[in-house]
């Protein structure tokens, strides 16, 4: 009996462990979306700021505006506004990317050192393009067909 509990726990916090994991990936991606999107929003911004500064210079060139240096000054400085916030989200984005770029981890939630995470063969795959499962020898369960565990009873495949 406190064999099968010492499993469920181990259950538990395998299932805890990938919630968290998970939990992390989401906020990450998250928060990546927010910053491209403000990113996005910040590159139109930018591109209607040159549309009035050559409107600006083009109305000068042809003579229907007299030369400023003021107008010129002010939209000269939304143009270097926009691309500076865009430059500041850009380094936010690679903050986002370092602060959740942890090692890869195995199954067990351990870092796996970069010998162990060397590419792996690819999956089979059948005639119709399915991954060809690998069944455990011991309780017969299909697996996924990266799977070195079995999902049903944990033995090695």
């Known amino acids: 009996m406190k064999d099968y509990k010492e499993y469920v726990d181990k259950i538990i916090q395998s299932a805890k462990e990938l919630a968290e994991t998970v939990s992390d990936k989401t906020k990450q991606t998250a928060s990546?979306?927010?910053?491209?999107?403000?990113?996005?929003?910040?590159?139109?911004?930018?591109?209607?700021?040159?549309?009035?500064?050559?409107?600006?210079?083009?109305?000068?060139?042809i003579g229907s505006l007299r030369r400023d240096e003021q107008i010129i000054?002010?939209?000269?400085?939304?143009?270097?506004?926009?691309?500076e916030q865009i430059a500041q989200l850009e380094k936010e984005k690679e903050t986002i990317k370092k602060q959740y770029?942890?090692?890869?981890?195995?199954v067990e939630g351990q870092e796996v050192?970069?010998?162990?995470?060397?590419?792996?063969?690819?999956?089979?795959?059948?005639?119709?393009?399915?991954?060809?499962?690998?069944?455990?020898?011991?309780?017969?369960v299909g697996n996924h067909p990266d799977a070195t565990k079995c999902v049903s009873c944990g033995h090695d495949i």
């Open 32 to 61: 990546t979306a927010k910053i491209e999107l403000d990113i996005k929003k910040a590159e139109r911004e930018l591109e209607k700021a040159y549309k009035a500064l050559g409107r600006i210079m083009y109305q000068i060139e």
């Open 73 to 83: 000054k002010v939209a000269c400085a939304q143009v270097k506004q926009q691309e």
């Open 101 to 106: 770029a942890d090692g890869p981890i195995d």
């Open 113 to 140: 050192t970069p010998e162990e995470s060397a590419p792996q063969p690819k999956p089979q795959k059948n005639q119709d393009g399915y991954f060809v499962l690998k069944f455990c020898p011991y309780c017969k």
